[in-house]
Each structure stands twice: as structure tokens, then as C-alpha cells.
């Protein structure tokens, strides 16, 4: 069964860090584009980044751009999303994605999703 599991979630202080895993197992990982999304109370999930199969391209909505990093670890089967200077604005709960590729990597969708995990930054 393929199954992704994301971790590393919590409460933070404004200006703070936490680093996300998205651990996968049931499927090769080099073989899929991963993309990190975000949803907050009463709004739609949105894109955050992705990271294609090799690892070769990344994408970062405008928001997170210089202040988020995604990278992986195919012989890990795992993808990181390390996350600094944390903005309350960033409090919602993180899913990672396994899909075929990148394109349109802003638009949720699958065919996998990790079951979330919740970030909260407030002081």
C-alpha cells in the first residue's frame, strides 16, 4: 500500500524554524514529482513547493520563496521541507503530494496524499 506520512509539525515562535518530513514507502520515490501544500481554516489548499523526481527542479509559491527549502533523499524515500523565519500567516496544516511531475505543481492533486501535519507559529 503506498503511503505517505508527513511529520515535524508543531508550535513555533514568529522568526522560528521547523523542518517537515514526508516519509514514503509503497511506491519508488525517484519515480515522482513531490509537492508540499498548505491549508489554513476556511481556506483553500494551496501550493506550496515542489520538488521534481530527481530532485533537479524546484518551485516555491511567491510567499515562502527565500524562507523555504525543499529537498529529498530518494535513498531515504523521504522529502524535507525545511522552513525558517515562520510567519503567523504560515499557521495551517502541511500535506505532501507524490504526482507525476511539477507542471501545474500549484493545483492540488495526487494520485498520494500524506495524511497533514500542523504548523502553528504564534507567540
Known amino acids: 500500500q503506498v503511503q505517505l506520512v508527513e511529520s515535524g509539525g508543531g508550535l513555533v515562535q514568529p522568526g522560528g524554524s521547523l523542518r517537515l518530513s514526508c516519509a514514503a514507502s509503497?511506491?519508488?520515490?525517484?519515480?515522482?514529482?513531490i509537492g508540499w501544500f498548505r491549508q489554513a481554516p476556511g481556506k483553500e489548499r494551496e501550493g506550496v513547493s515542489c520538488?521534481?523526481?530527481?530532485?533537479?527542479?524546484?518551485y516555491y509559491a511567491a510567499s515562502v520563496k527565500g524562507r523555504f527549502t525543499i529537498s529529498r533523499d530518494n535513498a531515504k524515500s523521504t522529502v524535507y521541507l525545511q522552513m525558517s523565519s515562520l510567519k503567523p500567516e504560515d499557521t495551517a496544516v502541511y500535506y505532501c503530494?507524490?504526482?507525476?511531475?511539477?507542471?501545474?505543481?500549484?493545483?492540488?492533486?495526487?494520485?498520494?496524499w500524506g495524511q497533514g501535519t500542523q504548523v502553528t507559529v504564534s507567540s
Open positions: 503530494a507524490a504526482r507525476a511531475s511539477c507542471q501545474n505543481w500549484m493545483a492540488p492533486g495526487g494520485p498520494y
Open positions: 509503497g511506491l519508488t520515490l525517484d519515480y515522482y514529482a
Open positions: 520538488t521534481s523526481s530527481s530532485g533537479a527542479f524546484t
